[in-house]
């Protein structure tokens, strides 16, 4: 079983903004598995469904961002499952408007979210799609992650939105390693 995770806070309040990348993805990932977000459950809008033979599950956090590890430890006691099943994709400063990038394990790097899921689930060893929202000096960090996107983003953004839904998919069949070796780069 393979639980997939993306970070945003929930209401329309916070709907398009930089810090809800991980909403949005998981929204692109549902449409590639032919599902909807319709139930609540884990604190969490959720969806559990069968891709190619292997059952999945995908999650948006209700619990808002700072607060997302609740949730994810949720579904991991209630599956008994470990964190090898987790694949969690969320915003990231650190890389410019349009990229992704791929990795098995690392630190929160100042990300509330990833903060938060370390600290509920014990470790920092769970596979991640981190994707570009870029950085303005001028603008604080908190503010950053809250604005929307601006004009000349909004396509790059897309794109980086759209190939790391894929690369979610495609890791749901193939081991992150291989799915690392796809999209990474990209």
């Known amino acids: 079983m393979k639980v997939i ?34 139930q609540e459950k ?8 069968k891709i190619e033979g292997e059952d999945v599950i995908l999650m948006k956090p209700t619990t808002y961002m700072n607060n997302s590890g609740f949730a994810v430890r949720q579904v991991l006691d209630f599956y008994k499952l470990s964190p090898d099943h987790l694949l969690v994709i969320y915003d990231d400063i650190d890389l410019s408007v349009g990229r992704i990038r791929l990795r ?8 509330n979210g990833i903060k938060s899921i370390i600290s509920c689930i014990f470790t920092e060893q769970f596979d991640r799609i981190r ?6 000096p001028r603008i604080r960090i908190v503010d950053w992650v809250l604005s929307r996107f601006r004009p000349e983003e909004k396509e790059p953004f897309a794109q980086a939105v759209d190939l790391a839904a894929q690369a979610a998919y495609y890791s749901i069949t193939h081991s992150f390693v291989q799915t690392m070796n796809e999209y990474n780069g990209r």
Do not use: W
């Not at 970070?7 to 990348?21: C, E, I, M, V």
């Not at 884990?42 to 469904?49: G, I, N, Q, R, S």
């Not at 994707?131 to 303005?136: E, L, N, P, Q, S």
């Open 5 to 38: 995770v993306g970070l945003g806070n929930p209401g329309l309040k916070y709907r398009d903004t930089r810090h809800n990348t991980g909403f949005m993805v998981m929204d692109r990932l549902a449409e590639l598995c032919h599902v909807s977000f319709e």
């Open 42 to 49: 884990f604190e969490a809008y959720f969806v559990k469904t």
């Open 104 to 111: 098995q394990k690392g630190s929160a790097g100042g990300h």
């Open 131 to 136: 994707v570009g929202i870029g950085r303005d």
